[in-house]
């Protein structure tokens, strides 16, 4: 690895300061798991790179709090960190059970949820839980000050909206109601330190056995994460039941091949992920279910 | 290069060197502690462990200059003078060390769950080793090893 300079800047200020003035090739590193193997392994997106800011120490994008009906998160909160956040605990279940299946102990100390969907892998874990908790972003420059959805944040494989003299600061999501149930799953090629194949999320409000509302997210089957729109709509006012559980499961592969066309891993990937999404939906209509 | 001040299996030290060099290798060539080993350098088979402000972390991935002012603890600091830790002596009288590369880093997240948790599950002890490849014993003595230690 070329002998790189590493900054270490103490507030964000500083941090906005360094982003607007620098003619180097920059970039921000928090855990460093995706920085440095890319940097190891010569990747197209880090090669060049001249300049490392070290933003461990801003306290502007550290912590987890709870303030008017929004949940905010430091931009570079660890996985462990938010794991073993109370507030994740009670609220944002899908999101905890997400970082639980990053990586390994030794990564999630050090990983922070903004490098994960800044990097934007089209596996990219915490994509799923966010879009279907309607995250918001805020990223700053020197001179600017923004709040946007995830979704318009994310463009494509391995690109975002951030410009070269941004940051991500701040991820805020609004509390889902009480009455809004979900789950994650995950599937890799082993339990731990794997990379997603599919991943799944899944938040609903039922009223009775009527889907009041349904957000359905994906990550490693299309390009980039996603919501399913169109399924959303569809499976809205629906009775909960088996038969349209398979249904949905059917549309949802539909979808996805619209998105991907036929590729070489479809033949594997879409019977699971219909199965496993029929299977996930299967569960939450069970725990609903009045005992 | 940089004049980087940290605490080192609990003594302040100051030591120069190029911000960009990973941490593990400031450990094995600056201070001559080898017992963290490099298995992939890329953050997968966990050989690289060390706990840094009490968390287990791939010491591949961080650079020099991120860890100013922070605890660092290798194996080497595991045992008091002579003395093997409790999870050294299990891991020896378990049969958990083959060819022993794994070792050094199954320790260490060893101890620090067991710090956190002195009375694991075998799930939880699974979890918290699930980032340290062993290509020698299977993992049953790993585990057994850890299970026998309470604080």
Known sequence: ?291 | MINLKFILNGKQVVVETEPSIRLLDLLRDKFNLTGTKEGCGVGECGACTILMNGKAVNSCLIFAAQIEGSEIVTIEGIANGNELHPIQKNFLKYGAVQCGFCSPAMVLSAYALLEENPNPTEEEIKDAIAGNLCRCTGYKQIIEAIAKTKE
């Not at chain 1, 300061?17 to 090739?25: E, Q, T």
């Not at chain 1, 550290?62 to 605990?89: C, D, H, L, P, W």
């Not at chain 1, 919501?227 to 809205?236: G, H, I, S, V, W």
């Open chain 1, 1 to 291: 690895m070329p002998s790189i300079e590493i900054l270490t800047p103490q507030s964000l200020n500083e941090v906005l300061g360094i982003l607007s003035n620098n003619d180097k090739v920059l970039k921000i590193i928090a855990g460093g798991t995706d920085v440095v193997t890319g940097l190891k392994q010569e990747s197209k997106r880090f090669i060049n790179t001249e300049v490392l800011v070290d933003i461990n120490r801003i306290a502007e994008v550290k912590g987890i709090e709870q303030r008017n009906g929004k949940i905010s998160i430091g931009a570079a909160s660890t996985f462990t960190e938010i794991y073993n956040n109370q507030i994740v605990s009670k609220e944002l279940p899908i999101l905890k059970k997400t970082v639980a299946t990053i990586g390994s102990l030794q990564i999630r100390n050090r990983a922070t949820i903004a490098g994960n969907f800044v990097n934007n892998a089209p596996c990219a874990d915490t994509v799923p839980a966010l879009l279907v908790y309607n995250t918001t972003i805020e990223i700053e420059s020197i001179n600017s000050k923004r709040e946007i959805s995830l979704q318009d944040f994310l463009q494509g494989p391995y690109k975002t909206q951030l410009k070269k003299d941004e940051i991500v600061t701040r991820i805020n999501i609004p509390v889902p109601p009480k009455t809004f149930v979900g789950d994650f799953y995950k599937l890799g090629r082993r339990q731990a330190v794997a990379i997603s194949r599919i991943t799944l999320a899944v938040l609903m409000e039922l009223n009775e056995n009527k889907i009041n509302e349904i957000r359905i997210a994906s990550g490693a089957v299309t390009p980039i994460g996603t919501r399913f729109p169109k399924l959303e709509k569809f499976a809205k006012g629906n009775e909960m039941n088996d038969n349209f559980l398979k249904t949905l499961a059917s549309k949802m592969g539909e979808e996805i091949i619209k998105l991907t066309g036929l590729r070489w891993s479809s033949e594997y990937k879409l019977p699971v992920v219909q199965q496993m999404f029929y299977q996930m939906l299967s569960v939450i209509l069970n725990r609903a279910k009045p005992r």
